[in-house]
C-alpha cells in the first residue's frame, strides 16, 4: 500500500463529492457575493476614517482578512461531516475492513477540507484582482504582494480549520449540533478575546486570524500620513465616510528571528 | 459478521483465517478480504468509475491494476454503461452491484456480504444472488440474509446464528433431513387458525375455499388428518430458531 496513492484518492474522493453537491454551489454563490459587495464598496476595510489606496497589497491584505474572517468562519460547516457521511454510507465500514491505518485516514480527509476551503479562498483572491482594477486606483498588480498574505495568513488559518473540523468528528460529544454551537462561538468569541492580550501587540504573528499582524503593519504606515489616527481597525459595511487614503506596501515578511519587532511568517506555523 | 470483517473485537471466542488468530492480526485476513456491509450507501456525486478507483486505492492496488480489475468488474456486474453517471441516481440494485465490485477489487479469497438483498425488487434480487452464485465458485462467500428463498438459490452450507449463537452449522441438505416427517399440511377453518398458530409452529398458511391450509413443523403428528410433506429451508430455519425461543 503506497501512503500517498491512498491520501491522494481519499482527499480526490471527499473533495468531488463535496464540490458536486448543490451546498457547495451556494457556499461558492455567498464567497462570490462577498467578492462583488467588496467591489462595489459594500464591504470594506477601514483604519479608523481612513483606507489603503487600492494597490495589490491593499487588496490583498483586505481579502485575506475577509477569507479568514467568512470562510474560516462559516467553511467549517461545509468541510464538517465526511467522516460522519463515511459512517452513515457503510464506506467507513468498508475501510475499516482494509489495511489503510487511522492516520491516513486522517490526513487524507484533512487535505480534503482543506482543499475545499482553499477552492473558495481562491475565488476570493481571482475577485481580488478585479477589484483592484475596477477600483482604478493602481492598475499595477504586484503579484507576491497581492498573494503572500493569502499564503501565510489565511492558508494557515485554513489548514488549521480544516484540522478543527476534523477533530470534531472524532470527538463523539462535539460531533454533532453541539460541536456545530460550540465552533459559532468559539470562532467569534475567540477573535476579541486575543485581541485584548497585551501580548499580542509585541507578537502580533501569534493571532491565527493575521488581523493583528495586518493590522500592525498597516496602522505603521497610516500614523505616518494622519498622526490623528485613533487606532480602530473595521471591516464590513460602513457608514462612516472615507476622509484620506495612505500608500500600503504590503508586509515586509521576515525571518523568524525578527519575530517581536516585525512580525514573522514563518512562526504562523508554529 | 463485524467480527468476521475484524471490523469489530469479539467478546466471546476466536476468529482465525488458515490458523491465524484475526483479531490479533487483522491484516492477515484483510489482505484477502471483500466486504460488503448491510444498507451499503456511496457517495451520490461521484460515479462508479470515480468511486472504485477511491475504494482501489485504499485496498492498496496500484494504478494500472486498479484500471484493469475496474473494466473487469464493470462487465462482470453489468454497469459498463451507467459507469459514468452519478451513483446517487442509481436503483437499489445497481448500487448493490456496485457494493459487491468494490468487494471484489482485491480479487479476495473470502467475500463477506451482509443482507445484500435487503431492498431490492425480485428482479434485482435475483439477479443480485446469481451473482453471488457465479463467484462463490473461486471464493468462500458468506451470505448474511433472512430471505430464506436466497438461501436456497446460493447456500452450499448454513451456520443459523440465533442471539449470537451457533445452532447448526451443515449442508442445506442435511439440515433438510433432519426435517423428514416433520412438516405437515391439512386444512383448518379459520377460526381455528389463531389457536393453532399458539400451540404449534406454522410456516405457511394459504387460503382456500374450505378453509386455510396450514404447514406446520412439528416432531410429532400434530393432528389427525394432518400429512406429510416435504421440508424446506423456511421450515428448518423456524424448527431451529424456534426450538430454542
Given at each position: 500500500m ?6 491522494y ?12 453537491r ?11 457575493l ?5 467591489a462595489?464598496g459594500n464591504?470594506r476595510?477601514?483604519?479608523?476614517d ?12 483586505m481579502?485575506?482578512?475577509i477569507a ?16 460522519a457521511?463515511?459512517r ?33 479562498v481562491?475565488?476570493?483572491a ?6 483592484q ?8 498588480v ?9 499564503i ?30 460550540v ?5 467569534i ?5 486575543i ?8 507578537y ?29 481597525f ?5 457608514d ?16 523568524l ?6 512580525p514573522?511568517?514563518?512562526s504562523?506555523?508554529? | ?22 483479531v ?19 457517495y451520490?456525486?461521484?460515479n ?8 482501489a486505492a ?19 456486474v453489468?454497469l ?11 436503483s ?18 473470502l ?8 431492498g431490492?425488487?425480485?428482479?434485482e ?11 462463490s465458485g ?6 448474511s ?8 438459490a446460493?447456500a ?7 442471539k ?9 441438505e ?42 406446520v413443523?412439528?416432531?410429532e403428528?400434530?393432528?389427525a388428518q ?7 429451508l423456511e ?10 425461543q
Amino acid at each position: 500500500m503506497k501512503p500517498a496513492r491512498v491520501i491522494y484518492h481519499l482527499a480526490r474522493a471527499d473533495f468531488l463529492e463535496r464540490v458536486r453537491r448543490y451546498s457547495f454551489l451556494v457556499m461558492l454563490g455567498l464567497a462570490s457575493l462577498l467578492g462583488y459587495q467588496t467591489a462595489v464598496g459594500n464591504v470594506r476595510l477601514q483604519l479608523g476614517d481612513y483606507r489603503g489606496e487600492f494597490n495589490s497589497a491593499w487588496v490583498g491584505g483586505m481579502m485575506s482578512i475577509i477569507a479568514t474572517f467568512f470562510i474560516g468562519w462559516f467553511g467549517f460547516y461545509l468541510v464538517k461531516g465526511s467522516v460522519a457521511r463515511d459512517r452513515e454510507t457503510g464506506v467507513g465500514q468498508i475501510m475499516a475492513t482494509t489495511p489503510m491505518t487511522r492516520p491516513l485516514y486522517t490526513l487524507g480527509k484533512w487535505i480534503s477540507n482543506f482543499a475545499v476551503l482553499m477552492l473558495m479562498v481562491v475565488i476570493l483572491a481571482i475577485f481580488g484582482i478585479v477589484i483592484q482594477f475596477l477600483s482604478g486606483e493602481s492598475t499595477q498588480v504586484n503579484l507576491s504582494a497581492y498573494l503572500l498574505p493569502f499564503i501565510f495568513i489565511v492558508m494557515p488559518l485554513m489548514a488549521l480549520v480544516a484540522a478543527i473540523a476534523v477533530l470534531f468528528e472524532a470527538v463523539p460529544f462535539l460531533s454533532g449540533g453541539f460541536g456545530n454551537i460550540v465552533y459559532f462561538f468559539g470562532f467569534i468569541m475567540m477573535l476579541p478575546l486575543i485581541m485584548e492580550q497585551d501580548f499580542i501587540n509585541t507578537y502580533p504573528a501569534i493571532e491565527p486570524m493575521g488581523l493583528a499582524l495586518l493590522k500592525a503593519d498597516m496602522a505603521e504606515e497610516v500614523i505616518k500620513v494622519f498622526p490623528d489616527y485613533g487606532g480602530s481597525f473595521m471591516l464590513g459595511g460602513m457608514d462612516t465616510p472615507i476622509i484620506g487614503t495612505f500608500t500600503w506596501t504590503g508586509i515586509e515578511w521576515t525571518p523568524l528571528s525578527s519575530l517581536p519587532a516585525s512580525p514573522s511568517s514563518v512562526s504562523r506555523f508554529f | 459478521m463485524r467480527m468476521l470483517a475484524t471490523i469489530t473485537k469479539p467478546t466471546d471466542g476466536s476468529v482465525t483465517w488458515n490458523g491465524v488468530d484475526v483479531v490479533k492480526s487483522p491484516d492477515t485476513l484483510r489482505d484477502v478480504l471483500g466486504y460488503l456491509p448491510q444498507d451499503f450507501g456511496v457517495y451520490p456525486n461521484l460515479n462508479a468509475v470515480e468511486f472504485l478507483e477511491y475504494m482501489a486505492a485504499i485496498k492498496g492496488l496500484d494504478a494500472a491494476s486498479a484500471k484493469k480489475r475496474i473494466d473487469e468488474l464493470l462487465q462482470l456486474v453489468n454497469l459498463v454503461e451507467a459507469a459514468k453517471r452519478p451513483l446517487g441516481g442509481y436503483s437499489g440494485g445497481m448500487k448493490q452491484r456496485v457494493g459487491i465490485a468494490q468487494a471484489l477489487l482485491n480479487d479476495p479469497q473470502l467475500l463477506i456480504v451482509d443482507e445484500p438483498t435487503v431492498g431490492l425488487d425480485p428482479e434485482e434480487r435475483v439477479r443480485f444472488r446469481n451473482l453471488l452464485s457465479d463467484l462463490s465458485g473461486e471464493r468462500i462467500v458468506i451470505l448474511s440474509t433472512h430471505i430464506v428463498s436466497d438461501v436456497e438459490a446460493t447456500a452450499t452450507h448454513i451456520a443459523l446464528v440465533n442471539k449470537g449463537q451457533l445452532l447448526r452449522e451443515a449442508a442445506p441438505e442435511k439440515l433438510l433431513n433432519e426435517l423428514e416427517n416433520k412438516v405437515w399440511e391439512w386444512t383448518v377453518h379459520s377460526d381455528d387458525l389463531s389457536a393453532l398458530k399458539q400451540k404449534h409452529i406454522v410456516s405457511g398458511t394459504i387460503r382456500r375455499s374450505d378453509g386455510v391450509q396450514v404447514r406446520v413443523v412439528s416432531a410429532e403428528k400434530p393432528e389427525a388428518q394432518a400429512e406429510n410433506t416435504s421440508p424446506n429451508l423456511e421450515d428448518a430455519y423456524l424448527y431451529f430458531i424456534g426450538g430454542k425461543q
